[in-house]
């Protein structure tokens, strides 16, 4: 697989650098080109679009993923950087025939409005809640401050996470 | 928004990213955390030709304490292992004070300390913070080794003190003489924005005087302000009211605020002299406290 910035380039005109890395448990090998981001080897290489672009400046948290378990923006590394890595994305949350309990959280307690969010909410709160099992209000809003939400005013976001929390300390 | 094209590198010893920077020259950039140099690449504000990304280094993670309490941290120290060090909460007030107003929470999980003082941003918070400990940074590159205090080391608004085949490899605050206090405020508008203002505030005190002290500014110039006159105004004697009061008109004249979006220059300079009295006041109150 060898992904470009300009479909339209030629690829022998295009230095790339072979990259082996795993995402959602899954092991791949990519070519890319040095300067492409790790949003767009997700989305456009991968086609795992739950995993959105918003400002593209760093700010929104939009496209936050887990790189080896740490949260990130995953429009601020090159895709070249997941070298060796592992990333997980919101596509991996679920299983087959079950929803995370995150996933059920933000349905029960109405944790999105438009959704465009969510899924780098969801990824930041993964993030938290595999450190932190038992989370204050206050630590949820610190690890989602990151991450910016226009719809909903924050409140059912944090619900959602606290109640996802309660649910996978019951499951053990 | 896509970067420039590029060569990357991705060496595996400090030796070969030196080498790598030295054939580059003025057209490579040191890639640690990205957090601010990637966004700018986006941007086309900076089109290296080359970037030498150092992540792969062994051993620049670290941040730790000589045995006489020279406190030294990596170039590949994260701000979110500062924000958790209990070394830093427990020896640093003032730099466990900046770690958690450092941009947010993700962004804090990749950039690093070295990186915000080489990106040598005026309202980058760290480069206030190690100026007033009166910190350096140890360079390295084709020639050896040299220290750079901070006060020399940031040249103007996003210029350092770097020949272009040296890298930052480590900061270091030296060791204090006598018992550290002071703290960090950053006013901004939401989490993760620049600072509208910043204070950093570092003492060193022996008995009841003050042996040492250092105030810096953030993001009330063309670039890190420090304010030695101010700073001056609380060394030799003890914590009075009076010498705060001093200190922090001191401080808020050495401010060279201009009026922007984020608010006026009388209300920034207005900030600078009310953060300085709440820093010290703070201080103050704890020093009772203890004795």
Redesign the interface.
């Known amino acids: 697989m060898t992904i470009l ?1 300009n479909d339209d380039a030629s690829a022998s005109d ?2 790339v ?1 072979r990259i082996r890395f795993t995402i959602n448990g899954e092991r791949k090998i990519a070519e890319v ?5 790790l949003s767009h080897l997700i989305r456009r290489g991968l086609g795992l679009t739950g995993t959105h672009m918003g400002c ?4 929104c ?1 939009a496209c ?1 993923v887990l790189v080896d378990g ?4 995953s ?4 895709a ?2 997941a ?1 060796g890595h592992e990333i997980s994305t919101v596509e991996g949350l679920a299983t087959a025939s079950e929803l995370h309990p995150l996933q059920e959280g933000f349905k029960d307690e109405h944790g999105l409005q438009c959704g465009f969010c969510t899924p780098g909410m969801m990824m ?1 709160a993964k993030a938290l809640l595999d450190a932190n099992p038992d989370p204050t209000e206050e630590d949820v809003r ?2 989602l ?3 910016l939400c226009r719809c909903t005013g924050y409140q059912n976001i944090v619900k959602s996470v606290l109640w996802a929390a309660a649910k996978l300390r019951a499951q053990g | ?8 590198e ?1 060496p595996r010893s400090l030796e070969e990213a030196i080498g790598l920077l030295h054939d580059g020259g003025d057209y490579a950039k040191v ?1 640690a955390g ?2 601010s140099l ?2 700018l ?3 086309r504000f900076a089109s290296p030709e080359l ?1 030498v ?1 150092i ?1 792969n280094l062994p051993g620049l993670d670290y941040h730790r304490a000589d045995p006489d309490g020279t406190l030294r941290i990596g170039a590949l120290c994260r701000h979110s292992d500062l924000e958790r060090s209990a070394l830093l909460r427990g020896t640093q007030p003032t730099m466990a004070a900046a770690a958690p107003l450092i ?5 804090r ?2 950039g690093t300390l070295v990186g915000s003082l080489c990106h040598a941003d005026p309202q980058g918070d760290w480069a206030s913070v190690v100026l007033a400990l009166g910190g350096s940074v140890v360079a390295r590159g084709p020639c050896g080794r040299r220290t750079i205090p901070m006060a020399g080391f940031v040249t103007g608004p996003f210029q350092n003190a770097l020949a272009p085949d040296e890298i930052a490899v480590e900061a270091v605050i030296p060791a204090a003489n006598g018992v550290r206090s002071g703290g960090y405020l950053k006013l901004e508008r939401r ?2 924005d620049f600072a509208t203002v910043g204070v950093a505030v570092a003492l060193e005190t022996s008995g009841a005087n003050v042996s040492r002290a250092g105030i810096a500014l953030t993001g009330v110039g063309g670039s890190t302000i420090g304010a030695a006159e101010a700073a001056d105004a609380l060394v030799g004697g003890p914590l009075t009211a009076d010498r705060v009061e001093r200190a922090a008109d001191l401080a808020a004249a050495a401010a060279k605020p201009r009026t922007d979006h984020r608010g006026s220059a009388e209300y920034k300079r207005h900030i600078v002299r009310t953060f300085v009295v709440r820093i010290l006041g703070k201080t103050e109150g704890a020093a009772e406290k203890a004795a």
């Open positions: 910035v295009v230095p650098r080109e040095p300067r492409l981001l593209d400046t760093t700010n948290g936050t740490t949260a990130v923006k429009c601020t590394m090159l070249v950087q070298d930041a610190w690890a401050s990151g991450n | 928004m896509y970067p420039s094209r590029f060569r990357y991705a890639l990205g957090q990637v966004p690449m986006k941007l970037i990304d992540n941009a947010d929470p993700i962004v999980n990749r989490v993760g």
